[in-house]
């Protein structure tokens, strides 16, 4: 397990698109139904609704908060994680409690934006609470995307790949 200082990642999250198989219903299978999480109707400056913050790890709390950016699609606004906690091992969560199901496909938008340590956003999977989860990572100062297993809040990677990540964009 790596424990670096994460100081000052921010990123943001553009638009979450959700494909989702609901349940059985009398033994036949319904059809995969898309839905959108984008944040066009959030206040700027406030949590969406429906969303939680959590971190791994230790530090303080992580602030997350709608942004005005206009290379986000629709009405140009964005989810941001900022805060500038310069505490190691930390990973600022924000979690869509809305959503519970076992089947999905999820896409997610999103842009690095600053950070002197990580520059890194990712898709969480599994979610039990902060310290118990899936979740594939990608970040831009390392060139990396990871896939790793946090288990009462150790961090474990079973899987990874050195590609460019571009930072901005």
Same mark, same amino acid.
């Given at each position: 397990? #790596?424990? *670096?200082?994460?100081?000052?990642?921010?990123?943001?999250?553009? &638009?979450?698109?959700?494909?989702?198989?609901?349940?059985?219903?009398?033994?036949?299978?319904?059809?995969?139904?898309?839905?959108?999480? %984008?944040? %066009?109707?959030?206040?700027?400056?406030?949590?969406? &609704?429906?969303?939680?913050?959590?971190?791994?790890? &230790?530090?303080?709390? &992580?602030?997350?908060?709608?942004?005005?950016?206009?290379?986000?699609?629709?009405?140009?606004?964005?989810?941001?994680?900022?805060?500038?906690?310069?505490?190691?091992?930390?990973?600022?969560?924000?979690?869509? %409690?809305?959503?519970?199901?076992?089947?999905?496909?999820?896409?997610?938008?999103?842009?690095?934006?600053?950070?002197?340590?990580?520059?890194?956003?990712? *898709?969480?999977?599994?979610? *039990? %609470?902060?310290?118990?989860?899936?979740?594939? *990572?990608?970040?831009?100062?390392?060139?990396?995307?990871?896939?790793?297993?946090?288990?009462?809040?150790?961090?474990?990677?079973?899987?990874?790949?050195?590609?460019?990540?571009? #930072?901005?964009?």
């Amino acid at each position: 397990m #790596s424990k *670096r200082p994460i100081l000052a990642s921010t990123v943001l999250l553009m &638009a979450i698109l959700v494909a989702l198989r609901l349940p059985v219903s009398a033994g036949k299978p319904r059809a995969a139904e898309a839905i959108t999480l %984008d944040f %066009d109707t959030a206040a700027v400056g406030e949590l969406p &609704a429906g969303f939680s913050i959590a971190v791994t790890g &230790a530090g303080g709390k &992580a602030f997350w908060s709608v942004v005005e950016d206009s290379t986000a699609p629709n009405r140009g606004k964005a989810l941001a994680q900022t805060s500038t906690e310069k505490t190691s091992y930390r990973f600022p969560l924000c979690v869509y %409690d809305e959503l519970m199901t076992t089947e999905v496909a999820v896409s997610v938008w999103f842009k690095p934006i600053g950070g002197m340590m990580d520059q890194a956003a990712g *898709r969480v999977a599994r979610y *039990r %609470d902060k310290d118990n989860y899936y979740i594939v *990572r990608a970040n831009a100062i390392e060139d990396n995307v990871r896939f790793y297993k946090v288990e009462r809040c150790e961090r474990r990677q079973p899987a990874g790949i050195n590609v460019k990540v571009l #930072s901005g964009q």
